[in-house]
């Protein structure tokens, strides 16, 4: 089973900040990996695909990278309703498996 | 663009089974798969496994073999997820989500809460 290790757990940011949150891979998981942007309450919505595809209609700000183990997800100039719980999820291998999650506040 | 609605919240006891449906509306069910996530208090999201809505095959978590069973009912075009022997560490919020393809889950239902206790 591949673990998906994501930090930080928590940040604050302010609006206009670059926000960089990290998935690391225990194992080589090619660009198998996908993140999804969480608000209370609320359903649950695929961002990045294949590690660096932006999935459409999201906004440009967002944008992922890596490949192997290690993968990002960057949030340019990131603004208020961008406050949530950021997840990613590996599908090179069964179970897919998903990171603990970071919550981002806005200051 | 679709929909998925889920069912409403359970209380069980433990030893007990549950049935948690997810209906789909707006596109052509059988085109998709269906995915099943659980999310336990302030815990992150588990994977538990996929049901093709196309010819039924399954993937299964494996802990969760044994316990869990999907299904799908094409003519009312709603996904099932049952879970036996429910154990306290089952209480948790269950996702549906329609899978595009491996890992894209572009549509979520809002979730059901089961609750476990005795």
């Known amino acids: 089973e591949t673990t998906l290790t994501q930090s930080p757990a928590f940040m604050s940011a302010t609006p206009g900040d670059k926000v960089n949150i990290s998935c690391k891979a225990s194992q080589d998981i090619d660009d198998d990996m996908n993140w999804y942007q969480q608000k209370p309450g609320e359903a649950a919505i695929f961002i990045i695909q294949?590690?660096?595809t932006l999935v459409p209609g999201i906004p440009p700000r967002f944008s992922g990278s890596g490949y192997g183990t290690e993968f990002t997800l960057t949030i340019n100039n990131i603004e208020s309703e961008d406050a949530a719980y950021y997840f990613c999820l590996q599908h090179d291998n069964f179970p897919w498996t998903f990171g603990q999650g970071t919550k981002v506040e806005m200051k | 663009q679709g929909q998925l609605v889920q069912s409403g919240a359970e209380v069980k006891k433990p030893g007990a089974s549950v049935k948690v449906s997810c209906k789909a509306s707006?596109?052509?069910?059988?085109?998709?798969?269906i995915n099943w996530v659980r999310q336990a208090p302030g815990q992150g999201l588990e994977w538990m496994g996929w049901?093709?809505?196309?010819?039924?095959?399954?993937n299964y978590a494996q802990k969760l073999q044994g316990r869990v069973t999907m299904t799908t009912d094409t003519s009312t075009s709603t996904a099932y997820m049952e879970l036996r022997s429910l154990r306290s560490d089952d209480t948790a919020v269950y996702y549906c989500?329609?899978?595009?393809?491996?890992?894209?889950?572009?549509?979520w239902g809002q979730g059901t809460m089961v609750t476990v206790s005795s």
């Open positions: 049901i093709s809505a196309y010819n039924g095959k399954t």
């Open positions: 989500a329609r899978v595009i393809a491996a890992g894209a889950f572009d549509i």
């Open positions: 707006g596109y052509t069910f059988t085109t998709y798969g």
């Open positions: 294949e590690a660096t």
